[in-house]
């Protein structure tokens, strides 16, 4: 008889935890011993941790980080197929009843979840719920606030936050029936899988609310997916495209979909423009930032698209003289 095969969950606690922090693990070796530390240091205790590495590369690495944490840790594996896969195969084998979304480069504040959980359990009409985040790492925004930078004002409703005028932190905890009732998350997009579950939170009657108390630390890197901004707009298209073909829209939530589809095309256009101005495309970089103008009406756009055409070398060498100013300035500060 072959013997049986280890169970992700040997050696683990039979009881059921009211929280399942999940964790999706992709290439950060270097920063999980320290994520895992912030969350070990909860005063809150009746959670179970959940880690899914995603096909990493660095798996060894990984796996020898974790050794001192293995008898507190459900360790999946999986090929990589993307972060929201890595988040639904976490949610499928969840026993709480409330989930926390943990990314493996970030940090918590120690009372992270005990402040989230009082305020699931002590009111029942709030779904999600997320508090303000640091920003460090490396980043110019280092030392400011998620919601310094990113709005987060009044109620969260589908109009506010798909315009913007609202933005959730990843960092949530929420209930998991609600997310597994709306579900789980879009694999299909490469990015803003986050807000599209949001959004159908929020569209089947969901609340979704948070507080300013900064519980956890976001981590800012080069190279992650936020500092590809073509990449990302393409995708926000994306999504915006499945919002119209999927959700049941009211006028006014239709209205927000096609001004946030204005506005993401037109950033687009610009950033496709000057991508095409620093590769030598004039008429290209022409074209996008003209194109990209007829919604954001910049004056600075104008004079750059009027000196396109006149001068471009010694705009181009006004942009090099800038970055070569900005690059000393960074290595003094």
Not at 266 to 280: D, I, P, T, V, Y
Not at 294 to 302: A, N, T, Y
């Amino acid at each position: 008889m072959p013997e049986a095969e280890a169970s992700p969950r040997d050696g683990l606690s039979d009881h059921v935890p009211a929280v399942s922090v999940i964790i999706p693990y992709y290439n950060t070796a270097q920063y999980i011993g320290e994520t895992l530390d912030s969350l070990f240091a909860q005063t809150y205790t009746d959670y179970e941790v959940i880690l899914i590495n995603d096909g990493s590369p660095d798996t060894e690495e990984l796996e020898r980080v974790l050794d001192p944490y293995r008898a507190r840790v459900i360790y999946l594996e999986q090929e990589n197929r993307g972060s929201s896969s890595a988040r639904n195969t976490g949610l499928r084998v969840a026993r709480g009843r409330f989930v926390a979304l943990l990314d493996s480069d970030d940090l918590w504040h120690p009372e992270y979840l005990s402040v989230q959980v009082a305020t699931l359990e002590d009111d029942p009409t709030v779904d999600v719920i997320f508090p303000n985040a640091m920003l460090f790492g490396d980043s110019l925004l280092a030392g400011k606030t998620f919601m310094d930078v990113c709005p987060v004002e009044g109620e969260i409703t589908f109009a506010n936050l798909i315009t913007q005028q609202c933005n959730v932190w990843v960092g949530v905890t929420a209930r998991r029936e609600i997310i597994m009732r709306a579900g789980m998350f879009d694999e299909s997009l490469g990015s803003a899988e986050d807000l599209d579950l949001w959004l159908r939170i929020l569209h089947q009657g969901g609340r979704i609310t948070y507080h300013r108390r900064v519980l956890g630390y976001y981590r800012q890197r080069r190279g992650s997916h936020t500092s590809k901004p073509i990449w990302l707009l393409n995708n926000w298209l994306k999504l915006l495209d499945k919002v119209e073909r999927t959700m049941n829209l009211s006028p006014a939530e239709r209205e927000a979909t096609e001004q946030k589809r204005a506005e993401m095309h037109a950033l687009l256009r610009l950033c496709e423009g000057k991508k095409a101005f620093f590769l030598g495309d004039k008429k290209g970089a022409i074209e996008g930032l003209s194109e990209a103008n007829l919604f954001l009406k910049s004056r600075k756009i104008s004079l750059s698209v009027i000196a396109m055409r006149l001068a471009p070398r010694l705009l181009r060498c006004a942009y090099n003289m800038r970055d070569k100013f900005l690059f000393r300035a960074d290595t003094k500060s």
